[in-house]
């Protein structure tokens, strides 16, 4: 067998191992209780550098009780932008206390922009566009995270 050939077939596999299903992230159910309601989030768990730089991105929509909770190693101030998520979310930033440091609400569809809030974050729930207005949530609640993780 040739060079060429076997070089061929080399890429050829490599190509075909990239186009595998990505591999299914970690769940856990977050429980916010609003004034006015409370949902449970299935949330994924994005806690790799790769998912984290991931995120939402690529997706055609995200229900209600759905989400994305990131998990940093450390708590400081996290920047995320919308780039390539293709509708608009509420991105709760959440202090190692479990107490919400600030709330991005209805962030733009499709957006470079930089999006953070002034407090540090140890996590990051998103969540459906307008859903803490629906529910009543805010900065300063607490949530309680059980994150199997």
């Keep these: 067998m040739s060079l060429l050939n076997k070089l ?5 596999l490599i190509i075909v191992s990239c186009d595998q299903n990505p591999i299914e992230l970690q769940n856990t159910q977050i429980t916010l209780e ?3 309601r409370t949902v449970v ?3 994924e768990i994005a806690d790799e550098p790769s998912e984290r730089a991931k995120g939402l991105m690529n997706r055609d929509s995200l229900g209600e009780d759905h989400g994305m909770l990131f998990i940093f190693p450390d708590e400081s ?3 995320f932008w919308m780039h390539n998520t293709h509708f608009s979310l509420d991105m709760i930033f959440i202090d190692s ?10 962030a733009a569809p499709d957006s470079d922009e930089t999006l ?7 996590y990051v729930l998103e969540v459906e566009g307008g859903l803490c207005d ?4 805010g900065e300063g609640k607490r949530i309680e995270l059980h994150a199997r993780y």
Aim: glycine share 12%; aromatic share 2%; hydrophobic share 45%.
């Design 8 to 12: 061929v077939i080399i890429i050829s």
């Design 34 to 36: 609003g004034d006015y």
């Design 41 to 43: 989030i299935s949330a």
């Design 77 to 79: 101030v996290h920047t």
């Design 97 to 106: 206390n479990g107490t919400i440091a600030g709330i991005i609400r209805r």
């Design 116 to 122: 953070a809030v002034d407090k540090a974050s140890k």
């Design 134 to 137: 629906r529910i009543g949530i």
